[in-house]
């Protein structure tokens, strides 16, 4: 089990929270970690010592600047059984920090920019 998979499960979380993922953004995510790599991992645009990781099994943004303690995860993706590609996918969202919900969206519009342009540098 990697290491980062292992600190979220392990770390004590400010609050567990269901919550769900837009089918676009996740095929998007799903099709970037099979063609470009697995994990990705990118800073976050506008956010100082903010990274993004990706996995199959978890989306986090960590606090760099902190030893790169996660602020908030995605986890337990319900993909199983999954018949189409056009329904939200329910997860759950952990949150490490007590303000993490504050940068949740941003870091969802992030990743989709980050994503398109490395997926289709010729449009971006």
């Not at 991992?41 to 100082?48: E, K």
């Not at 919900?101 to 997926?119: C, G, N, W």
Request: hydrophobic share 40%.
């Amino acid at each position: 089990m990697d290491s980062m998979k292992t600190r979220i499960d392990n770390l004590p979380r400010y609050q567990t929270s269901d919550s769900s993922i837009a089918a676009p953004l996740i095929n998007l995510v799903k099709l970037a970690l099979i063609r470009i790599n697995s994990p990705l991992q990118f800073s976050a645009n506008g956010l100082r010592n903010i990274e993004v990781i990706l996995e199959h099994e978890y989306w986090v943004c960590i606090d760099s600047s902190l030893n790169d303690i996660p602020v908030f995860a995605w986890t337990q993706f319900e993909t199983r059984g999954r018949s189409d590609l056009h329904t939200p996918i329910p997860c759950k969202l952990y949150s490490f920090h007590a303000h993490a919900d504050l940068i949740v969206d941003t870091i969802k519009e992030d990743i989709q920019i980050q994503l398109k342009a490395r997926l289709h540098p010729e449009i971006a």
